[in-house]
């Protein structure tokens, strides 16, 4: 069963930074896009930033400038670093990937499990 497993989060001082992490699990064939998303309480789920395989990267407008995408093709895995994260940051990340399981199988979306993250002001 393929897994997207996270890691990271927690709490921060708004102007702090935090990392976090999120690997693909189980038996798959490859994994294209990955990404991150995020939804605080009350508020629909949003892009944070997505990246291809190819690395190209794309940033909602709001975290452009403080917030890194990256990834590991060989490893599976999508990380976030946020810088200067700020009290409106504040909520559950959730990464996410396109998964085929074969080579003659399509692609499906699959979701981690989310990752709290709360900035103080």
């Known amino acids: 069963q393929v897994q997207l497993v996270e890691s990271g989060g927690g709490l921060s001082q708004a102007g702090g930074s935090l990392r976090l992490s999120c690997a693909a699990s189980?038996?798959?064939?490859?994994?294209?896009?990955m990404g991150w998303f995020r939804q605080a309480p009350g508020k629909q789920r949003e892009l944070v930033a997505t990246?291809?395989?190819?690395?190209?990267?794309n940033y909602a407008d709001d975290v452009k400038g403080r917030f890194a995408i990256s990834r590991d093709n060989a490893k599976n895995t999508v990380d976030l670093q946020m810088n200067s994260l700020k009290p409106e940051d504040t909520a559950t990340y959730y990464c996410?990937?396109?998964?085929?399981?074969?080579?003659?199988?399509?692609?499906?979306?699959?979701w981690g499990q989310g990752t709290q993250v709360t900035v103080s002001s």
């Open positions: 189980g038996s798959f064939f490859d994994v294209s896009a």
């Open positions: 990246i291809t395989r190819g690395l190209s990267t």
């Open positions: 996410n990937a396109d998964i085929r399981v074969s080579r003659s199988s399509s692609y499906n979306l699959r």
